[in-house]
């Protein structure tokens, strides 16, 4: 066993010893089948929208950004996306995009629902901040759940990361809550190895997993955008690397993803994307090796898939969309583990509103 607390959360994320972290290697993944089981659930990811209103320091897409062309698929191409999800077998779609004022309650909700009502699949919704009247709206059309990271639990860091923007009042983690109450599967989740981001704020974002009860956490590396201010200034500094500072690497990266399946046991963890990109021959899979249960391999369709750069290299460019899902299914068996059928809800979401996982 592996206490959650401050000082072992600490402890672990300075680990280096390669055979001390076995242990916690094994004891996540020991967690994680307990928790979760060995199934593991593909989510058909559409980038739907490369606008956005926001100018976070990091992001590849921020407003500020001159020179990216930007697009906004209709609701039949998006649909079409959907179909392609069905036909390969997965059970829910996310529709993914920058905070894009276009996508209004009503063109979501219409599209949630055709969805929902034609291939049977969940929908997953990762919009950006959202009205209470909106969350409303896309809940009633039938979308099952919304992924909103927090980036970071230090709010001073946050907000240098993440301008707010004049007259929208609320903060990430009221908007958490507000997601729970109305009933989604909630999901948050950090970037590893922000400049600025340390070790106390980084173990401080493990313990608010917990706290917040989430069902769903997407952890990945923050990968520096040249065309990006926090971009540009990580790539001056790279020589510069301060005791306090927290690397962006795949192993930092695959410890906080141990530490969250720790911390909460009954979460659906996805490998992400921004990991494998970071490490493409060994990320996904040590990802799903330390603690992770879920993919999403990338749906858009693929002349917008470079624009949404939100990253720079982003894994899986080269490559069509049936040769991703062959590489990735071979993957998971060759790990001994089951692809999942169906929605796939988070294990916590079932337990806490009384639902019968299946
Ligand atoms: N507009 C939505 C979706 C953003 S993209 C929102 O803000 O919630 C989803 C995630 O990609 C972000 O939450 C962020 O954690 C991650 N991301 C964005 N830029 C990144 C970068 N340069 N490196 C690594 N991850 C990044």
Redesign the pocket.
Known sequence: MIAINRSSILTWLQEDDPFRLEELWREADRVRQAGVGDEVFFRGLVEISNH?RRNCT???IRAGRTGLPRYRLTQDEILECARQSAAFGYGTVVL????DPELTADFIGRVTARIRQETGQAVTL???ERTDGELRAFRQAGANRYL??F?TSDPALFRRIHPPLAGAGRNRIEMLHRLRALGFETGS?I?VGIPGQSWTSLAEDILLFARLDLDMIGI????P?PDTPLGRRAAKNAAIRTPEQVPATPLMTCKAVALARLACPLANIPATS?LESLDPEHGRESGLRRGANIIMPDLTPPACRPLYS??PGKAGLAEDLEQTGARLQAMVQKLGRRIGTGPGASPNWCRRTGVTPG
């Open positions: 956005c990091y992001c590849g993914q995009a920058g905070e990762s919009l950006g909103l990271r980036e989740g970037m990945g590396p923050y990968l955008h921004a939100i990253y």
